[in-house]
């Protein structure tokens, strides 16, 4: 196809690539994305009711359920081709002195499973779990929580290391993203709908800071007019081809 050897055009010519990923990363990994009319979650569950700290205050109980079934499922999942692709990527990079990160609003953990090695969580992580009362992060959690709600040593509950809506994202990531969006002379978003801001806005910052942008996306998304290119189709088949495509070329 055209576009992957544009892409990869683009590729060789870049020094600083940033990917945004988004639930289409994890797709082919059996993992539901948000926004998908049947099987996404909030097509089946509402978002109010479940990744909010006023959620949690109502009904800790059931919040922490819901996270923890979701750990258990993402640990039980494994990485795709999209995942081994991207640590590729990145290899490739590193190869030609260019830099590479990925930025994920995903809380699986899989990108670092895979073995990439710069994954910046935007969303924060299922598999991190922190005290509501000191803020400090647990470690060695039981794998499932013995209780629901489950308590911290310190006498507060555990929370999600998830950024619920209301919420801001963390610090470091902020910190980390900004710097990449102003030197990104390629950034690529894949999976991603383009409707949950900030991370919505960070292609079009990109572009007008001066980088090239790809969508790699299954579906059209509302951002795909504003894109440099769009590739169209399943995360873990063009970027394994883009791999081909870079390694042959
Ligand atoms: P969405 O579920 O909104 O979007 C997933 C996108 O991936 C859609 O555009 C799909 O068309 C596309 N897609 C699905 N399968 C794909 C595949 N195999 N290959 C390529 N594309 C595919 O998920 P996100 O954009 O990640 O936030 O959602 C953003 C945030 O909204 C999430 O991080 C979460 C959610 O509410 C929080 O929980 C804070």
Known sequence: MKEIEALAKALRNAKHVVVLGGAGVSAES?????RDALEGYWSKY?????????????????VTRWYDERRQKVLACQPNDAH?????????????ASTFVILTQNVDGLHQRAGSKDVVEVHGSLLKWRSTRSNQEVEDLPIPFRTYPANAPDGGLLR??????GENLPELAVERVELELARADL????????????????????????????EINRDPTPLSSSFNMV??????????SLISEIRGG
């Open 46 to 62: 509402d978002p109010e009711l479940l990744a909010t700290p006023e959620a949690f205050r109502r009904d800790p109980a059931l």
């Open 160 to 165: 999600p290391g998830v950024v619920w809506f």
């Open 231 to 240: 590739l169209r189709g399943n995360a873990g088949e063009i970027l394994t």
């Open 187 to 214: 950034f690529i978003a894949i999976g991603t709908s383009g409707i949950v801001y900030p991370a919505a806005a960070w292609s079009e910052v990109a572009r007008q800071n001066g980088a090239f942008t790809a």
């Open 30 to 34: 059996g993992i539901p994305t948000f």
């Open 84 to 96: 081994r692709a991207l640590v590729e990527v990145e290899a490739w990079c590193h190869e030609h």
